[in-house]
């Protein structure tokens, strides 16, 4: 999981990634980067938060009426320093000169680096991206036509989840151009102000640079933007979309839109429905801050039992899609505080998204009762996950699943309850999720592996087969 930006128009639109890359932070917090195009490339990149990385004017304002930039969640290659400062995007050829941004997961890499005789200089899958486009258009002149030739190629060649973004150029005619997966699995959007035109992740970064939205762009297409802000668009292959429902869950932030549907609204519908299908009595409902919050509400509305405010969040740092289970910890420890006027003595209903490895819950609930709740009961907006991603989201084994048993099988919920110290638990069901969002979804993590789409199922198992605990299976 990743965020991404591409502008191109009539001004300089550095300012306006480095504004952008701010509001899409929290797809990624491993590195940040930029790369701005006016003849001549510059980019900015680095491990670290899009506040550390541009830490100068300098590496702010940059030139080119053009450019693409980055916040990176890694899902492949190692999680050191060095490796995350290596593999931060944007990455770039210069011949032909193209430039890419990429969030999903390409799940047959190994393949597609045999199919060309460039080296790829990073571990990151943009490489099988990037590498093979190169291939396509080298020694051509590059035009709406030959970059859709190009896409079409590779997107039959990838296998996996892909919303990436290209940059290229003929000469003193630059395209940006966006290609999706076939089944949509990660967002991708178009704004639009005053011949400017924005490619995103989520619409919420239109809000901060002051675009309009215009379209969420379909899967399997190939969509194109000249300098001049003419717009050239074509479906390449045709399938039935499946958003990741974790998009929905977890990783898309309140205020942005989904195929038109408010991520905000859907949350507080499944706090609405928990209330309904698994009521308890009690004295407060209390969110995690700030991952179970819209939940929360919509069971507190439902339920009539007051929410309150009893768990204070301190830092601003994700802990899931920390790279190391030791930061996670280290999060969850210094970042947590309790209220003790508010906790002391009551029956606490404390909801959240979802449960991944139990880190989270189990501190939060041990840290509630030693502020004097007399229970703890756990309500989660997402069904028990009990298999990894192979399409973007880092959850690497499916060992490290609380509701997976060592022996392969799937934990009934009395069982967890247990293990994290919760006098109850519920998760919301599948259906219930499927029947709130209100469209298919991909739901390979919580539904193995026929909640994946039918044509990823065979490699999936696959992949599955050779799951070692703490190695990604598709490298």
């Not at 990660?186 to 215009?214: A, Q, W």
């Not at 609204?265 to 700030?290: F, M, Q, S, T």
């Not at 989270?360 to 009990?386: S, T």
């Not at 989201?393 to 919760?422: L, Q, T, V, Y």
């Amino acid at each position: 999981m990743c965020g991404i930006v591409g502008i191109i128009g009539n001004k300089p639109v550095s300012r306006l990634i480095y504004h952008s890359l701010f509001s899409i932070q929290h797809r990624g917090q491993s590195s940040a980067g930029k790369l701005t195009y006016d003849g001549n490339i510059h980019v900015v990149k680095d491990a670290g938060l899009v506040r550390d990385v541009f830490n100068e004017e300098k590496k702010i304002d940059t030139p080119g009426f053009v450019g693409i930039g980055h916040t990176r969640y890694s899902t492949a290659g190692l999680d050191d320093i060095e490796s995350l400062k290596r593999n931060a995007q944007p990455e770039y050829l210069v011949n032909p000169f193209i430039a890419a941004v990429h969030n999903g997961n390409i799940i047959n890499c190994n393949e597609i680096k045999k199919m060309t005789k460039r080296i790829p200089r990073t571990e990151c899958d943009i490489q099988c991206l990037l590498l093979p486009m190169a291939d396509q258009l080298y020694k051509k002149e590059i035009t709406v036509e030959t970059i859709f030739e190009a896409a079409e190629k590779v997107m039959n060649m990838v296998k996996g989840s892909y919303s990436s973004l290209f940059l290229t150029d003929s000469g003193e005619n630059p395209y940006l151009f966006a290609i999706t997966d076939p089944r949509k699995i990660r967002p991708l959007v178009l704004g639009e102000k005053d011949g400017m035109y924005c490619f995103t992740s989520e619409t919420r970064v239109f809000k901060k640079i002051n675009f309009r939205y215009i379209k969420d762009i379909p899967g399997g297409s190939v969509v194109v933007i000249d300098k001049e802000g003419n717009i050239y668009e074509k479906r390449i292959i045709r399938r039935r979309e499946k958003p990741c429902m974790f998009e929905f869950v977890y990783f898309a932030k309140p205020d942005s839109r989904i195929k038109g549907r408010s991520v905000h609204d859907i949350r507080v519908r499944l706090g609405h429905v928990l209330a309904k299908k698994y009521p308890v009595d009690a004295d407060i409902v209390v969110p995690v801050p700030e991952s179970g919050r819209r939940y929360a509400l919509g069971y507190s509305r439902e339920s009539g039992i007051p929410l309150d405010e009893g768990i204070m969040k301190d830092k601003a740092e994700r802990s899931f899609i920390q790279q190391k289970q030791e930061s996670r910890d280290k999060i969850v420890e210094e970042g947590i505080s309790y209220l003790r006027a508010v906790l002391q003595g009551k029956r606490v209903i404390l909801v959240d998204d979802s449960i991944v490895r139990g880190t989270n819950v189990r501190r939060l609930v041990e840290g509630i009762r030693k502020a004097g709740a007399k229970e703890v009961h756990i309500r989660i907006g997402c069904p028990p996950l009990i298999a990894p991603c192979y399409l973007g989201i880092d959850m690497r084994s499916k060992k490290e699943f609380i509701a997976r048993a060592p022996d392969g099988g799937i934990k009934d919920w009395d069982e967890i309850c247990k293990e994290i110290g919760a006098d109850s638990l519920a998760y919301i069901s599948v259906n219930d999720l499927q029947e709130v969002i209100g469209f298919d979804i991909c739901k390979g993590c919580i539904e193995f592996p026929d909640g994946y789409p039918s044509e990823m199922r065979k490699d999936v198992l696959e992949l599955f087969k050779k799951d070692k605990e703490g190695k990604r299976a598709y490298e």
